[in-house]
């Protein structure tokens, strides 16, 4: 019986985890990288859980008072700090991949957490397996993915990760933490009022994320051919970027400049790529990876040490260097 009731209390945010995978039409997210988002978010859990037994020692707080106010603090930050990471190194381009990494994350917390409170009880029973799975489970995995909505809604703004993106969704996480720690409503109640607020809230940024998508897609797709089909006919002088890179004779020697444009035309070729694969994954179809691509990939890094930090500013504007469009290249090695 016991383990039955540990298991109602991690199921259901698995559960809502794997719903929310499933209702990822793009496939922006692979299934290998919610795993280990999960191991980090159990790793994380256990470090929060020693932090707060610290604090607890040495502060002499009362441990149901620190419940209230310290452990939101401390939990919340040790959650975001993966994900804010994974934000920051452009590994996320939309509002849904961040919401399911968050989300990812917090499911992970809450299975360590519930086993651990399940253990230590004398007699857990099936109505507090119910509480703790569809309750503080769903609140971990929600308080996560609303604070990386908000983080990657600012650095889609702003066009990278900015601080005072940041700061908002983690203040926002650690209330809707400690409201639920307060039990200001019956626990029934709270659950409930989650399991109605919540999937509304996902399915809004499912369908915003997933309209603006397709704008991207639709945009970046026409641009990119226009200017490959222009670098492939000889015609590239022609065109601005052509113009520009001869303007630059003068700023830079040509190897630095003939880099600039081999760097140009193989981010339009990966970016064209990673935009096929996504119209693929999103029919159904999981397309091969060639190793030309890979092979691709290396020599994109291997340029943008060679243009240095000027080149890469001066071609900036041919690039699509927002956080966005960045972010392909690291779906591509997904």
């Not at 399911?100 to 809450?110: D, S, T």
């Amino acid at each position: 019986m016991y383990t039955f009731n540990v298991i109602i209390s991690v199921a259901p945010v698995v559960f809502f985890l794997l719903a929310l995978i499933f209702f990822d039409s793009y496939k922006l997210v692979r299934f290998r990288t919610v795993v280990l988002l999960l191991l980090i978010g159990i790793v994380v859990a256990a470090a929060a859980f020693e932090a707060n037994t610290f604090l607890i020692r040495i502060m002499a707080i009362d441990p149901e008072y620190f419940s209230l106010y310290g452990a939101p603090i401390i939990e919340e930050l040790f959650k975001m700090i993966y994900v804010i990471y994974l934000i920051g190194a452009r590994k996320t381009g939309f509002l849904v991949d961040a919401a399911i990494y968050g989300f990812a994350v917090g499911c992970g917390f809450a299975v360590f957490e519930n086993i651990y409170y399940m253990s230590v009880l004398d007699d857990p029973s099936m109505e507090i397996g119910f509480i703790r799975g569809l309750g503080t489970g769903i609140m971990h995995g929600g308080a996560t993915a609303g604070m990386a909505i908000i983080t990657q809604n600012a650095a889609e703004r702003h066009g990278q990760l900015v601080w005072q993106g940041v700061l908002p969704g983690y203040i926002l996480a650690v209330i809707v933490h400690s409201v639920f720690n307060h039990f200001l409503l019956p626990p029934v109640m709270m659950t409930l009022l989650q399991l109605i607020a919540l999937p509304i809230l996902l399915g809004v940024v499912f369908y915003r994320s997933e309209q603006s998508l397709r704008r991207w897609l639709d945009v970046g797709l026409d641009t990119d051919v226009e200017l490959l089909n222009m670098i492939h006919s000889g015609h590239i002088t022609q065109a601005r970027v052509g113009q520009y890179l001869q303007s630059l004779k003068e700023r830079f020697p040509g190897k630095i400049l003939a880099d600039m444009f081999c760097l140009i035309h193989i981010h339009l070729e990966l970016s064209l790529r990673a935009k096929g694969i996504m119209m693929m994954r999103s029919h159904g179809f999981e397309p091969y990876i060639e190793s030309e691509m890979i092979d691709q990939l290396d020599e994109l890094k291997f340029l943008e040490t060679s243009v240095g930090t000027t080149g890469r500013i001066a071609i900036h504007p041919f690039l699509h260097m927002s956080n966005r469009d960045l972010w392909h290249v690291y779906f591509l090695r997904k």
